[in-house]
């Protein structure tokens, strides 16, 4: 090929000349890895804080890959790369207590264990990125952390690598996640909120007790719980303005062994969710207001603790706008996601760091994979995973430019 010929061919690809390497052939090219990496991961599923033998085997490939290593526990920081910029980007590696019920060759190893979120896949994706970013180092100027962490379902591990300094010197960081609401191959971003903020809470409603034909000469518990219960219904309804979101479900009743007896106390627990943090406030300070007018109503009292899990995950407007752009220039598909109820440990990173939670769709039809997130027979469409590698590659390799 004349210099002249090779000058036009590499005009007609800007990306080609001015990066020196795609990471969308690059990821392609590894696929099988990935995939292979993907079922190691699900057959051999670990709950919580129990990730021994899955940060093992990333330990040891970043190890091969001449990353600097910090381990939090069975979580592991990992590094390469210098200069004045620092991009992290976050898989999280637990299983869930599930029982998968997938007939397949991969299926999981380990009774009543599951990989039924597809952290595996978050896992298997982020060490393909790992791979392709230590091969092209010398491309990047700056710093690329990997974050593999512990326990994000109901772990909150996400606070323990916080504590351990995963986002000392960070600048931005980036989370993906597998996503049975969009269609396999999608890459979903979305400025502000996209995950919920999650609260426990647990009350007592405290009377007196007595016989049930003597209802006069007791402060019957049940009734009040009740009213307080429907009450409890009109915070969402009422009180929350109707453009905002927010959730109050009183999801345990607990009260009374016997029918002739009124008993002392009503226990109930449940949950709550919204979107920012001033609903969130809202809702707990009504929660208060409610159930100490009702039970005053009435001659009892009551107990109530609130217990914040997770803050609602806010994406940054410049990350999500800049995670956009990236996904145009490659080529990779992309579309707006809906936020959901549920809530992820990932907030607590965007809450000390400007950065995006990214989705990744895995719902295809034609292959049967249709069941949600936690199902016994939730699976992922594999052929999409190195979209997911190469969105990871090329938003460090972007970010550091
Ligand atoms: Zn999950
Ligand atoms: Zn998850």
Request: glycine letters at 10%; aromatic letters at 6%.
């Amino acid at each position: 090929m004349s210099i002249e010929k090779l000058i036009s061919s590499q005009a007609e690809c800007p990306m080609v000349k001015t990066m020196g390497f795609d990471p969308v052939s690059e990821a392609k090219r590894i696929e099988k890895e990935i995939i292979s990496w993907r079922r190691d991961f699900h057959m051999h599923p670990e709950l919580k804080y129990e990730e021994e033998r899955t940060s093992g085997i990333v330990e040891e490939h970043l190890h091969e890959w001449e990353y600097r290593i910090k381990r939090v526990g069975t979580g592991i920081i990992a590094d390469i790369g210098e200069g004045e910029k620092t991009i992290a980007l976050r898989a999280d590696m637990d299983a869930l207590p599930v029982q998968e019920e997938n007939d397949v060759p991969y299926k999981s190893r380990v009774p009543g264990k599951m990989h039924a979120c597809g952290h595996d896949a978050h896992t298997a994706m982020l060490l393909g990125a790992a791979k392709i970013i230590s091969e092209h180092i010398d491309e990047f100027s700056g710093r690329v952390r990997l974050i593999f962490q512990p326990a994000e379902e109901g772990g909150n591990g996400a606070v323990k690598m916080i504590e351990g300094g995963a986002l000392e010197g960070v600048d931005a960081v980036f989370g993906l996640h597998v996503w049975h609401d969009l269609p396999s191959g999608v890459i979903g971003i979305r400025e502000g909120p996209i995950m919920a903020g999650a609260g426990i809470f647990k009350a007592r409603i405290i009377g007196k007790g007595g016989h049930g034909a003597s209802p006069h000469q007791t402060v019957d518990p049940i009734p009040i719980a009740a009213e307080a219960i429907l009450a409890l219904q009109t915070i969402a309804s009422r009180n929350v303005p109707p453009i905002e979101t927010g959730v109050v479900s009183v999801t345990a009743v607990h009260a009374g062994t016997a029918f002739n007896v009124i008993p002392e106390e009503v226990k109930m627990k449940g949950t709550i969710r919204f979107f920012n943090h001033e609903i969130g406030e809202l809702i707990q300070t009504r929660m208060g207001e409610i159930l100490e007018g009702v039970t005053k109503a009435h001659g009892a009292s009551y107990e109530l603790s609130i217990e914040e899990l997770v803050p609602p995950t806010v994406n940054d407007k410049g990350m999500a706008a800049f995670a956009r752009n990236v996904a145009e220039k490659y080529g990779l598909r992309h579309s707006d996601v809906e936020p959901t109820m549920g809530a992820e440990d990932f907030a607590f990173y965007l809450q000390k760091v400007p950065g995006a939670f990214l989705m990744l769709g895995i719902y295809n039809e034609e292959k049967g994979i249709t069941y949600p997130h936690h199902h016994p027979r939730f699976d992922v469409d594999e052929e999409v995973l190195h979209l997911g590698t190469a969105m990871e590659v090329a938003l460090a390799m972007e970010f550091l430019r």
